[in-house]
């Protein structure tokens, strides 16, 4: 769920402002680079993201303070944000177009603030704090000037009544505290925004219509209207095909990706989408190459949850150090019990352990245990910490052990079969169980599934994929991926009829006959050995394009020898050279 916060900047303006001067209206200001600024350099990893977007927006900000965002009555009065502080101030003279000026009644005063984009991240989080009740993972949107944040409302519906009642509830809650807001549900992080920014980021897309390349824009105004809600739910695996009427600024790409699109004649998600991916690397940005895949469920988008203000967390320090590998194995498993219990006074899981031990030298040990699918069971946690703790040499004495988790929402419960005690075995829990004890034994890399790619030449038809991401992640891309594995009807079919492959490919192909012979009539040796063939079928054809750095022309057969053995071997019609390429089972 994407949570906006409506003209985000102004507001926050506003509720600096007096009570009694709230009618007023505001304006914030961006000093220039070469201005020196206090609050950038106190803070200057989020400023530069925020100053770098702003700098590309507005070119004034290069010759001085620049107005960021206004408000209604402001942009009446003829303020437009990118305009320089000095012209911005003349227009406070001037009477608000559109209002009637009351005789012995001074106009209203056009406040003057300067930007901080520091406070408006902190006081997003502390309203943060008020919508931990209804999503247990609240996350601040990562995109320069921020003005929503992200929440995983998965399982949490029927809590409130229905998703609709829930959002219905967390606008309340905020409203209550002077917060006006717009909620966006969809399945992923990527569209939830995009359904929430409509028209794209608050500021974006205003300087897109003051420059004039929004003609088009504009004319779709109507048809956007539609989103111009409190409220908006998309039904699940509904959302791509929503979402191809709106423009590409709620794709989140960068400014100069958009810039190239549009002059590419691409305004809509749909143009975006029908794009061939293998030739956007050519055009755009890795990030906008990132942003399309998340749109397209891909790729998925983690939240980062905003730490809460009461961790899930336990400590243990003793006068006496434990030396031995048994003992420690002891207070980390009495550990995980009271993380384990605190869990479930919260009703959450948890898919990441940090535990750190501090040594008598000082050194300090850092243990991280990763499960795949959230958990609330302390044996098997303990069994996973085990697995990495066996792998950690260590040389002193621990003093002192603290463990902290990484919470997130619990899966939907399933009714367990009360008279057949296999029938309510899951296999994808099984299958978790399998996969958190190799990815913390082996690491996570190491634990690969196969996906297909749209490719002709064999041996790069499939690509291997990390099962598990590198943060934990509360999205249930990963649940769909295990119920792929352990219900093969749910995957994705292969018409076989056509084109048979064998399931065994050699790593690289063995060469069996040069242009003079014919392994179909002739046979061929492989590991020392004669193979005959007493049967064939095809050839099959498989030919890339010529502008391919490596062109590939192949006749492909499958052969059965006398020893009951069947390979895929094929020509290379080029070179006439025969290759042994795959091993039927």
């Known amino acids: 769920m994407c949570l906006r916060f409506l003209n985000w900047p102004v507001q926050q303006a506003q509720r600096e402002l007096p009570a009694d001067r709230r009618s007023h209206v505001a304006v914030h200001t961006v000093q220039s680079s070469q201005t020196p600024d206090s609050s950038a350099r106190r803070h200057k990893a989020p400023v530069s993201a925020d100053q770098r977007l702003v700098r590309e927006l507005f070119s004034s900000v290069k010759g001085g303070p620049t107005v960021v965002a206004v408000s209604k009555d402001a942009w009446c009065a003829g303020v437009r944000p990118g305009m320089p502080l000095a012209e911005a101030r003349s227009m406070s003279t001037r009477p608000i177009q559109g209002t009637r000026r009351q005789p012995q009644s001074p106009d209203p005063e056009i406040q003057f603030l300067e930007w901080q984009p520091n406070d408006d991240r902190r006081v997003l989080q502390e309203a943060a704090e008020h919508t931990r009740r209804f999503a247990p993972v609240v996350g601040l949107d990562m995109m320069p000037v921020p003005d929503s944040l992200h929440l995983d409302i998965t399982g949490c519906g029927s809590l409130f009544g229905g998703e609709s009642s829930l959002a219905e509830q967390v606008i309340n809650c905020l409203a209550g505290r002077n917060f006006n807001c ?5 399945d992923s992080v990527a569209t939830a925004w995009a359904f929430a920014h409509t028209e794209g980021h608050v500021l974006q897309h205003k300087v897109v219509r003051q420059r004039g390349r929004g003609h088009r824009v504009r004319g779709r ?10 409220i908006v739910i998309i039904p699940p695996g509904q959302a791509e095909s929503w979402l191809q009427p709106l423009v590409i600024d709620v794709a989140r790409i960068p400014i100069a990706d958009t810039l190239v699109l549009r002059q590419l004649g691409v305004v809509t998600i749909r143009q975006l989408l029908e794009l061939p991916e293998d030739d956007l690397p050519s055009r755009l940005s890795k990030a906008a190459i990132r942003r399309l895949r998340q749109l397209r469920g891909i790729e998925d988008e983690i939240i980062e949850a905003i730490p809460e203000a009461d961790p899930v967390q336990a400590s243990w320090v003793s006068e006496f150090p434990v030396s031995d590998r048994r003992g420690i194995c002891q207070v980390i498993e ?8 605190q869990l479930k006074r919260r009703h959450l899981g948890t898919v990441r352990l940090t535990c750190q031990l501090n040594q008598e030298g000082g050194n300090r040990i850092e243990l991280t245990a990763d499960v795949i699918r959230p958990l609330q069971s302390a044996s098997e946690l303990f069994a996973v910490l085990s697995l990495r703790l066996e792998s950690l040499p260590i040389h002193q004495a621990v003093m002192a052990i603290s463990m902290q988790s990484a919470v997130v929402p619990l899966p939907t419960a399933h009714q367990k079969d009360l008279f057949n005690a296999n029938l309510h075995i899951d296999p994808a829990e099984e299958l978790t169980a399998v996969v958190n004890r190799l990815s913390n034994r082996l690491g996570k890399e190491a634990v690969l599934t196969i996906h297909p790619v749209d ?30 594995l352990v219900t093969p009807d749910g995957m994705q079919s292969f018409d076989i009829g056509t084109a048979e492959r064998p399931l065994r490919l050699l790593s690289t192909a063995e060469c069996i006959g040069d242009a003079d012979t014919n392994p179909l009539t002739d046979g061929f040796v492989r590991n020392g050995q004669n193979c005959r063939v007493v049967d064939f079928t095809g050839p099959e054809r498989i030919e890339t394009q010529w502008w391919h750095e490596s062109a590939v022309h192949r006749d492909y057969y499958r052969v059965r020898t006398s020893e009951q053995a069947t390979y895929w071997i094929y020509r290379d019609t080029v070179q006439g050279a025969w290759f042994l390429h795959g091993i039927f089972d």
């Not at 717009?182 to 969809?186: D, F, G, K, P």
């Not at 105004?221 to 409190?230: D, K, M, Q, R, V």
């Not at 030449?457 to 499939?462: F, I, N």
């Open 221 to 230: 105004h109507a048809e956007l209207s539609e989103w111009n809600l409190p």
């Open 334 to 341: 009495h550990l995980t019990e009271d993380i384990v219990a």
């Open 182 to 186: 717009q909620v966006a549900i969809s």
């Open 455 to 484: 490719n002709p030449v064999p041996e790069y038809a499939v690509e291997l994929r990390p099962l598990m991401t590198s943060q934990p992640d509360c999205s249930t891309h990963t649940d769909r991926q295990l119920a792929d």
